[in-house]
Nanobody
Framework: QVQLVESGGGLVQAGDSLRLSCAASGSTFSRYAMGWFRQAPGKEREFVAAISWSGGFTMYADSVKGRFTISRDNAKNTVYLQMNSLEPEDTAVYYC???????????????WGQGTQVTVSS
């Protein structure tokens, strides 16, 4: 089992940047692929970005490609989501997740954090 705790959310203006962190504990972090998902009010949870266990492979939703960067530090048991050029449409609760394979599908992730709110004002 792995426990995940997100941090770094907040209220920012359009065009600003934020870096989300997700700290893992309880199991060997480097065994897991990691993903970031988000859920806006009244909408389904959607994929944002994913990274392989080694960090060598990444994938992004089209809506964030070129603006967001996912990375991980296995020595610190932490995955990051650097978000630049934020838009009001990025407003959502952001969740990190751990799974056995790197994927854009939430069903592939067995462990989830509690989420962190990101609000982007126009």
């Amino acid at each position: 089992q792995v426990q995940l705790v997100e941090s770094g959310g907040g209220l920012v203006q359009a065009g600003d940047s934020l870096r989300l962190s997700c700290a893992a504990s309880g199991s060997t972090f480097s065994r897991y692929a990691m993903g970031w998902f988000r859920q806006a009010p009244g909408k389904e949870r959607e994929f944002v970005a994913a990274i392989s266990w080694s960090g060598g492979f990444t994938m992004y939703a089209d809506s964030v490609k070129g603006r967001f960067t996912i990375s991980r530090d296995n020595a610190k048991n932490t995955v990051y989501l650097q978000m630049n050029s934020l838009e009001p449409e990025d407003t959502a609760v952001y969740y990190c997740a751990a799974g056995s394979s790197y994927s854009g599908s939430p069903e592939r992730y067995a462990y989830w954090g509690q989420g962190t709110q990101v609000t982007v004002s126009s």
